[in-house]
């Protein structure tokens, strides 16, 4: 089984990427782990994606991303990111997809404003812009015949040349990356699968905390399989938190209220209904997200309370609310919260991870043939905090530049002996142990490697991080390889890619703040 390119990952850039592949020939398998192609964060993506707006320009872009990090991005990744991503919207999602975005009365497109941004440029689809995208390059991909598809499929390792006797001397050059071994948890089977590329476009870790924005599935594979293969990664410290998660503990299922909401007027408040950005950020409200997650994070403790509140109902006519945001007005109406009558009560959560696995600005990571585009990479372009609605962007736009260094630059097509996977597929542990684990590792992450960290509690975290990976390999060496198994250890050793790389750095920016450091 060999491919031009192998894709890990089905949302924005690895659907984006098989699209780019499939029009220059190239034979693509495309990988979910999912049961579905709705199971990803692009899916969940509310607000929109980055455009270009009036009066605007690929350099108040930029400057709008540099900003937002701190000043901490990589202006070379910032500038690829403005000047072209744009116009990828535009000819793939707009001129090939026609995905339905919002028009206004003059005909013109409809662009909210969002947090940092200094001009109104995000295109959206009423408030399910991530629903819109998914399903339209899910339906894109259905009709190219030079994509296969294969869902509820995990990867569990990279093959890399210097492992197999490719040649006597493949041992001591460095390694390249021939293809990933695939799961299927339906056959019971460990698979290799060969490729000229590998792509992964795995998505992000959020899942590891107690409080997040994504689905279950995100739980830091990419970064964990990258990291056993051997490859560089960078920023894992810097998480950012979304300041707005709908807070109602007695449903289990969480709800992203998007930054859409603040944009179009909301202004946070306290239980004494005063609003408070404004002692914390001149931009108010409209902060960016780790100034807003961290000054909401303190009122809740100053008023020992579990959450603050997002007024809307005051800021726009109710009409407007049911037309600008009709799935955050029914999902809170079916929660028992009228957003049109009273403020929403919301409260941070685990959102989106800044760093990941180290690419130059056409995703080639340090292991040759092995590229990582979306969240799952470090471009460096979000810095030390991504500024809103860029995340879309990031993920097309590195997508496009991926597949174009794939096709430019292709590879010599190796097929050495199959080798199996040192792990043999075995049965899942009880549903119990699982969960137990799982709600450990959340536990942990929320408390110790959250939004407020110090060294003594980081210290903690990696005792207890350790000790999980240790009962883990324990449990792997006695039942083997599952699908559930594989997302518990991933899960882990996320976390503590995440916690080493918060204790190594002492400096408090953007998403990370350290407690106990005077160091700004």
Same mark, same amino acid.
């Given at each position: 089984?060999?491919?031009?390119?192998?894709?890990?990952?089905?949302?924005?850039?690895g659907?984006?990427?098989?699209?780019?592949?499939?029009?220059?020939?190239?034979?693509?398998?495309?990988?979910?782990?999912?049961?579905?192609?709705?199971?990803?964060?692009?899916?969940?993506?509310?607000?929109?994606?980055?455009?270009?707006?009036?009066?605007d320009?690929w350099?108040?872009?930029?400057?709008d991303?540099?900003?937002?990090?701190?000043?901490?991005?990589l202006?070379?990744?910032?500038?690829v990111?403005?000047?072209?991503?744009?116009?990828?919207?535009?000819?793939?999602?707009?001129?090939?997809?026609r995905?339905?975005?919002?028009?206004?009365?003059?005909?013109?497109?409809?662009?909210?404003?969002?947090?940092?941004?200094s001009?109104?440029?995000v295109?959206?689809v009423?408030?399910?812009?991530?629903?819109?995208?998914?399903?339209?390059?899910h339906?894109?991909?259905?009709?190219?015949?030079?994509?296969?598809?294969?869902?509820n499929?995990?990867?569990?390792?990279?093959?890399?040349?210097n492992?197999?006797?490719?040649?006597?001397?493949?041992r001591?050059e460095?390694?390249?990356?021939?293809?990933v071994?695939?799961?299927?948890?339906?056959?019971?089977t460990?698979?290799?699968y060969?490729?000229r590329a590998?792509?992964f476009?795995?998505?992000?870790?959020n899942?590891?905390?107690?409080y997040?924005?994504g689905g279950?599935?995100?739980?830091? #594979?990419?970064?964990?399989?990258?990291?056993?293969?051997?490859a560089i990664?960078?920023?894992m410290?810097?998480?950012?938190?979304?300041?707005?998660?709908?807070?109602s503990?007695?449903?289990?299922?969480?709800?992203?209220?998007?930054?859409?909401?603040?944009?179009e007027?909301?202004?946070?408040i306290?239980?004494?209904?005063?609003?408070?950005?404004?002692?914390y950020h001149?931009?108010?409200s409209?902060?960016?997200r #780790?100034?807003?997650?961290?000054?909401i994070f303190?009122?809740?403790?100053?008023?020992n309370?579990?959450?603050?509140?997002?007024?809307l109902?005051?800021?726009?006519?109710?009409?407007?609310?049911?037309?600008?945001?009709?799935?955050?007005?029914?999902?809170?109406? &079916?929660?028992?919260?009228?957003?049109?009558?009273?403020?929403?009560?919301?409260?941070?959560?685990?959102?989106?991870?800044?760093g990941?696995?180290?690419?130059d600005?056409?995703?080639?990571?340090?292991?040759?043939?092995?590229?990582?585009?979306?969240?799952?990479?470090c471009t460096g372009?979000h810095?030390?905090n991504?500024?809103?609605?860029?995340?879309?962007l990031e993920g097309?736009?590195?997508?496009?530049r991926a597949?174009?260094?794939?096709?430019?630059?292709?590879?010599?097509?190796?097929?050495?002996?199959?080798i199996?996977f040192?792990?043999v &597929?075995?049965?899942?542990?009880?549903?119990?142990?699982?969960?137990?684990?799982?709600?450990?590792?959340q #536990?942990?992450?929320?408390?110790?490697?959250?939004?407020i960290?110090?060294?003594?509690?980081?210290?903690?975290?990696?005792?207890?991080?350790?000790?999980?990976k240790?009962?883990?390999?324990?449990?792997?060496?006695?039942l083997?390889v599952?699908?559930?198994?594989?997302?518990?250890?991933?899960?882990?050793?996320?976390?503590?890619?995440?916690?080493?790389?918060?204790?190594?750095?002492p400096?408090?920016l953007g998403?990370?703040?350290?407690?106990?450091s005077?160091m700004?």
């Amino acid at each position: 089984m060999y491919y031009d390119a192998l894709i890990i990952g089905n949302g924005i850039a690895g659907s984006s990427a098989a699209l780019f592949l499939a029009e220059k020939s190239q034979r693509v398998l495309l990988v979910s782990k999912g049961q579905s192609f709705e199971e990803t964060n692009t899916e969940k993506a509310q607000g929109g994606i980055v455009f270009r707006g009036k009066n605007d320009s690929w350099k108040i872009l930029k400057q709008d991303i540099i900003n937002a990090s701190d000043g901490s991005a990589l202006e070379k990744s910032a500038k690829v990111l403005a000047k072209i991503g744009p116009s990828l919207v535009k000819r793939l999602f707009i001129q090939k997809l026609r995905v339905p975005f919002e028009i206004d009365e003059q005909g013109e497109w409809d662009l909210f404003q969002e947090a940092a941004h200094s001009r109104r440029r995000v295109l959206h689809v009423k408030d399910c812009t991530g629903r819109a995208i998914q399903k339209a390059l899910h339906e894109g991909i259905l009709k190219e015949h030079l994509i296969e598809v294969k869902k509820n499929t995990y990867a569990v390792g990279l093959i890399l040349s210097n492992r197999y006797q490719l040649s006597p001397r493949s041992r001591y050059e460095n390694p390249e990356c021939l293809g990933v071994y695939l799961l299927d948890p339906r056959k019971g089977t460990i698979t290799a699968y060969f490729a000229r590329a590998t792509i992964f476009a795995t998505g992000g870790l959020n899942s590891l905390y107690q409080y997040s924005t994504g689905g279950p599935w995100n739980t830091g #594979d990419g970064y964990a399989i990258a990291n056993r293969a051997g490859a560089i990664l960078q920023n894992m410290e810097y998480v950012q938190f979304h300041p707005t998660l709908l807070f109602s503990p007695e449903y289990s299922q969480t709800f992203l209220i998007s930054e859409t909401v603040r944009g179009e007027g909301a202004e946070l408040i306290n239980h004494e209904g005063k609003a408070f950005m404004h002692k914390y950020h001149h931009l108010g409200s409209l902060a960016p997200r #780790d100034v807003v997650s961290r000054a909401i994070f303190e009122e809740m403790l100053n008023q020992n309370s579990h959450c603050v509140f997002l007024d809307l109902c005051h800021a726009i006519s109710s009409e407007k609310i049911k037309a600008t945001f009709p799935t955050i007005y029914e999902e809170c109406l &079916y929660r028992g919260i009228d957003i049109t009558q009273e403020p929403i009560p919301v409260a941070p959560g685990a959102h989106f991870c800044c760093g990941g696995i180290l690419t130059d600005s056409f995703g080639r990571t340090s292991i040759k043939r092995l590229y990582a585009i979306g969240e799952v990479a470090c471009t460096g372009v979000h810095g030390a905090n991504r500024l809103a609605s860029t995340s879309l962007l990031e993920g097309l736009t590195f997508a496009y530049r991926a597949s174009h260094d794939i096709v430019k630059n292709p590879a010599t097509k190796e097929q050495p002996r199959i080798i199996p996977f040192e792990y043999v &597929y075995g049965n899942p542990p009880s549903e119990a142990i699982l969960e137990s684990m799982r709600k450990i590792i959340q #536990d942990t992450m929320w408390k110790f490697a959250g939004l407020i960290r110090s060294q003594s509690g980081l210290k903690y975290a990696l005792e207890v991080l350790s000790g999980l990976k240790k009962q883990v390999v324990q449990i792997k060496n006695h039942l083997g390889v599952s699908s559930s198994l594989l997302e518990l250890e991933n899960s882990v050793d996320a976390g503590l890619l995440v916690v080493e790389a918060a204790l190594r750095n002492p400096i408090s920016l953007g998403t990370h703040f350290r407690s106990d450091s005077s160091m700004v």
